[in-house]
């Protein structure tokens, strides 16, 4: 009699997490739709923990994976601190996952074989530490050196909003101006492969500046003639940023296809074609540059930075084609010697910066793997192969508790373990529910295992909830028929207790495919009457905060 | 006596050790062969070897000899730098060609098997067109329209080897991507907010680099091949530029006189495919054995 | 009958035959104060041949020819389907096949000189631009229709309005017949007259006029006849000692054709003789020059043909095996120089634009070969002696002009420059302040054989030797039949290539004239015979002397100033002259001892090309 209704869900509490009719469905292999879960909902208060229990397959943990959004349900609403999940776009989905964490079934499925666990358990910091401090490596010798670019790109972030379109344009209208014979695009391009080009690149730029003052009346009327349109259409990301960015954008786009043409047109022999294709790489990079320092200023230096190694190495490759013979030994070993002392410095300091990284993770990784009760000492370096299920299970709680998420579900952590293991892992879980006021969502096949855990326990059968209640009453009184059958499974230690005598489920689980209708459960219930089929069981309250689905629950009159 | 046991035991179990470790002496061997040659490749301009083009008055169809350690060719040119400078050909190709694959079959790969769905079938019917072309057909028609005077015929080479190795390479990134796409670690790193990018290239790819590693040698070594039957064609890189193929080729008329001619470029490619192939394959035994202890 | 043919061609008959003494290494001067002195010459000619001179003689001790066998002929290349012959670029393997299935109006005698076969006399008019044929009476085609006058007329006519072989024949004005007499007029007087058309040119070999009338190609067809011919080219319907039964065409596939038991020089013929003894000859193309001596050899081939002088050289003194070595009336093996330029107004007469110009869309003005210096250059920086001891096995020899040694017009020293390193780099700067170029670059087009393909490696290699970065030489391996092509088409700077085999000068004014010289135009090709392209009035006065004049004197001085004029202007850089060998089992006789009805010896080998009829194989079993 699983059924629907939100009567269970607690309106006057503000709950952390809020799940309302919840559905997902998905399609099998044979084109069928498959209604894993269909209309679930629960919520979570803060500091609480929830245990859902079901049979596998049950559709527990496509809820679970629903809640992370991943993949997004169907419908229904899912609200983390008031946050409505479902609506949010990739990126704020993204940056709202640090504060809802999960724990994974397979301890050693779930750590990637070829990191150390000190990476395993700092990849949630590098993640949120680069992304804070924008590619900090490289970013950070910068700060360091001074250097130009990240001056530059720190110092113009804001014009450069503005200016880099602008030159775009410029740069653009310099080019179908100058070059619409083929002797000044030739010229231009033999330009470039002159040993010049080292500085060449600054000079066209700057080149493109000069133009852009002296063809401003072309400029502006381009800029009302594309942004303006571009405003309204992308009044929908709703910012100046993006429409500037992609406006950028759309005009460097139109200077590749400008320059393919022209190139493929006017030119042949290999260098030529090397060189266009460099060109329009260069053009991409520079376009998608000036959409980043748009959009993310911070990310700007380290982005410049790959343009400009890319370009210096992509100018050496078709400058060293065009040369012949000893010149281009020598040409070649130079820029090799160059190139290898500049990748390595790059290479020196980015892995400095990776070292500095590391360290400055270090406390964080030996605090949370002390927290979980890891021997610290000597496990850093290993790989996760060699750890036994229960420690890894260690590691895994250890790098989703490192971001200090408020919600961790644990997608039935402890059922790949043997059962001595089990009762360790459960314990950990509940000294850092109080150590760090975690929320949890617990999910297990067993009612045993959530028992002692759970200040509130959902028992749910086939995308449905049956029965919400506090662990105290569902399992002295439980009240689904289902339920029941549930706590008879659970084996005792009680040498009276014949495990044979007690009620067994009968028949297999439906399939989602073609679920039953009216009550789900009907067909496997031993209490079925004719209103089961036709009628969908309600939530309805059976004691205080205990609720049940079912059209004849265990204290209602008929059973009585 | 009981002292001397132990410490042969001890010698033993390091051997047994080292052994279920180690690539085999065939494995280093290869690598040294391919070493040497790709030294000698890049080098050649600088090591003592003689002008790949000049012809030796009175050299022609010479056997191996103290001045000509490989012999002379059929005008009289030194083999041994034909088949070094000829070694710069073929690998150039190869390993551009398979390179450019690599990038591009591989972030295919990556991509279908990571992103799935319309994606997925998206990019697998890309790859699966490049499949249905003829490699030959499609070669000579490039050359045909492109370049009937060899003005660019290197890089019309890399282009078509680059074209028809991305379809296998990016297959195998695929298929081993959605295997380990299963793993939960990739929905852990998505869970702590990795951008898709860096559960892809942090994730996936060094799990699936090892068998792709392996598989592009193998690829590398198809091209040797193929760049050898082109040229056997008489189609590859113009002449005077040595290709081993080319070699190959204009040997034939003396092989009843002078089978040396023939015989050098074709053992230093029957060489450097037996030792791509042998070190593709071991290192994917090595890596298949490692991966079956997870 | 003989007599009279004889005396009709005594003027042609003493030319030749001094130019076929000059075949001997030895006798020049004796030749130069003695031209008159015919009789003397004969038998200067056979002595050379009995010292073993590379005629390509059999001279196995006679044997009675016995009847019966059948005969494969691996041969070197399909190039020619169809093989009609106004619509065939006929090489060595299709003039063959023509040999076998058809006979040629007349035929190249023993000693340069030309007698008749099909024809039986011939009469020119007092002025020699009216040649008037008596063509032998009963001799039919393998369809049962006689070949007469109006037969012969009909094949010169094709031949005349195909625009393949057209050029080759415009001199012809008209072509009338009367019952066995055909009259050809020319525009000029014509020293060799119809003789021209002898064996070694394709468009003397004769077909069925109505079988001809069945291929759509005929260009003497109507549109309406187009439509409904069906006839297949290949499948010759000719006069010849073997009908055509089958044709696959392409590498390894044959051409099959069997005994004609009503050939006119058979047993129900008009002569009466026996020809052929063969009762069917097989040839089986073999591109490949190991795969034809390898086939040879594991008894696939019963005979083969090649200009390999490397595997000519390993059958020397083989007793297993017949060698028969020929370099009489051959090809020249060269590197073709496109000097397409400025205005022809030779060609341009004919189409009425004097000032026609050679190279409308300036394709090959970058090519240096359009300057003298440059072409003087490369021929001085070329050792071709060591071109003929490497690549020809030290047995065939220098070139240094189109007429081998044996041919009218060939020359001791041509003036044609000498491998000299130090006059090539002096050349070289002259050249590259005449082309505007440093380095000097230019296109090499070769076939996509390896053997040539080497050859042009060591070509470059001396080249490079000579002048290191002066230089740089682009070498295109082409496919055979697009290298024709471009040849037709002029878009090439420098070809490898090799031509010019026959007997008579003048057959060979088409490849040299300027009326030939088509601008160059690689979309459009107009078919240029002259395929480098040069135009010169002293070549076209030196030709005149050679095709109009009948005095014998003033055609071999002519002769000898074309050979000098391309010495001079080096309008082709000569390598070696080629040498032809046939190989055969020893069971295959008579290979190359063909005579005439009238009993007249016949050239054993033209150019590697040789008849069939007479060939026989012991007991009548050519396999053994």
Known sequence: MAGSGNLHLREQEKPLLRVEDLVVNFLSAGGETVQAVSGFSIDVLEGETLGLVGESGCGKSTTARAIIQSPKPTAGSIQLDGVELTELDDEEMRRTRPILQMIFQDPISSLNPRRTIRDVVAEPLYVWWEEETGRLAIASWFEKTGNLFQKISSKFSRPARILAPLAWLSLIFWLVSEASDERSLETWLSWLKTPAQFIGFPVLFILAAMAAALSVVGAVWLVLAVILPFGVISGKFGSVTNTVGLTGLFTSLFAVVFLFFRTWSSLGGVAHWLSSGILLLAVGFLAVWSLLACREPSRAGSSALAVLVFMLFAIQVFYIVGLDGNTKLAVFSLSAAVDGILYWLIARRYKLARAQMRQRAEPEVKRVLEAVGMEVEGSLERKPHEFSGGQAQRISIARALILNPKVVICDEPVSALDVSVQAQILNLLEDMKAAYGLTLVFIAHDLAVVKNISDRVAVMYLGKICEVGPPELLYSAPQHPYTRLLIDAIPRPDPEFDQRNAVRIEGELPSPLAPPSGCRFRTRCPNVQAKCSTEEPQMKEVASGHYVACHYPADSELNQ | MIKLKLRKRTREVDETSRTNNSLGLMFWAAVSFLAVLTFCAIFADILPFKNPTQTFKGFNKNGPSGSFLLGNDGVGRDILSRVVYGAQTSLVIAVVGTSIALIIGGSIGLAAGYYRGKVDRLLTIMLNTTLIIPPLILFISLILFLDPAAERRMFILIFTFALLSIAPIGRVVRANTMAWSEREFVLAAQTIGARNGRVMFREILPNVAPSLISYSLIVMATLIIVEGAVAFLGLSVPSPTPTWGDMINKGRPHLDVAPHITLMPALSMFLTVLSLNFIGDKLQEKFESKAAIL | MAKKFVKAFAVLFAFSLIAAACGGDSDETAIENEPEVVEEEVTQVEEDREQGDATGEDTRDDMTAVHGGRLVYGVEADTSNPFVPYASSCAISCRMILRSVSDALFITGAGGNIVPHLVETIVPSADFKSWTMAIRDGIKFHDGTPLDGAAVAYNLNTCRMSPLTGPALSQISDVTSDGQSVTISYTFPEALGPAALNSSTQCGFMF?????????????????????????????????????????????????????????????????????????????????????????????????????????????????????????????????????????????????????????????????????????????????????????????????????????????????????????????????????????????????????????????????????????????????????????????????????????????????????????????????????????????????????????AVRKASAEAVNRLFGKNVWNLWTTWTLWGLISSPRVMDITTFTTPEGTMTAPVVAGKHSVQQIWCQDGNCQG
């Open chain 3, 208 to 552: 069925s006029p109505t079988w001809l009338q069945t291929i759509a190609s005929n260009p003497l067809l109507t549109a309406e006849q187009r439509a409904t011919a069906a006839g297949n080219p290949t499948e010759l319907v000719g006069v010849g000692a073997f009908t055509f039964k089958s044709y696959t065409p392409g590498n390894g596939n044959s051409f099959i054709a069997t005994r004609n038991a009503d050939y006119w020089r058979g047993e129900n013929g008009i002569t009466g003789e026996e020809l052929p003894y063969l009762d069917e000859i097989e040839f089986v193309v073999s591109v490949d020059i190991q795969g034809r001596s390898n086939g040879l050899k594991g008894g696939q081939f019963d005979i083969i043909h090649t200009s390999n002088a490397d595997e000519i050289k390993k059958y020397e003194g083989n007793e297993d095996y017949v060698l028969l070595q020929a370099n009489d009336y051959g090809e020249t093996s060269m590197y073709m120089l496109n000097a397409a330029q400025g205005t022809n107004p030779y060609a341009g007469a004919l189409r009425g634009d004097p000032e026609l110009a050679m190279d409308p869309l300036g394709m090959n003005s970058t090519n240096p070969m359009i300057h003298l210096s440059c072409r003087k250059a490369a021929a001085h920086s070329l050792d071709t002696q060591r071109l003929a001891d490497e690549r020809g096995a030290g047995i065939v020899k220098p070139a240094n002009g189109p007429f081998p040694p044996g041919s009218m017009g060939y020359l001791e020293d041509t003036g044609y420059p000498k491998f000299d390193i130090a006059m090539a780099q002096t050349e070289m700067e002259q050249c590259k302040i005449d082309s505007g170029q440093d380095p000097v670059t230019v296109g090499v087009t070769i076939g996509q054989d390896p053997f040539s393909a080497e050859t042009a490696d060591l070509v470059v290699s001396m080249m490079d030797d000579a002048f290191g970065e002066d230089i740089s030489v682009v070498v295109t391996p082409i496919e055979q039949g697009q290298l024709i092509g471009l040849a037709l088409a002029g878009a090439y700077h420098v070809m490898g290539w090799r031509n010019f085999g026959g007997v008579d000068p003048s057959e060979l004014w088409y490849w040299w004239s300027a009326y030939t010289a088509s601008p160059v135009n690689p979309t459009v090709p107009e078919l240029a015979l002259n395929f480098g392209r040069f135009v010169d009035p002293e070549m076209e006065t030196a030709m005149q002397g050679v095709r109009f004049n009948p005095d014998p």
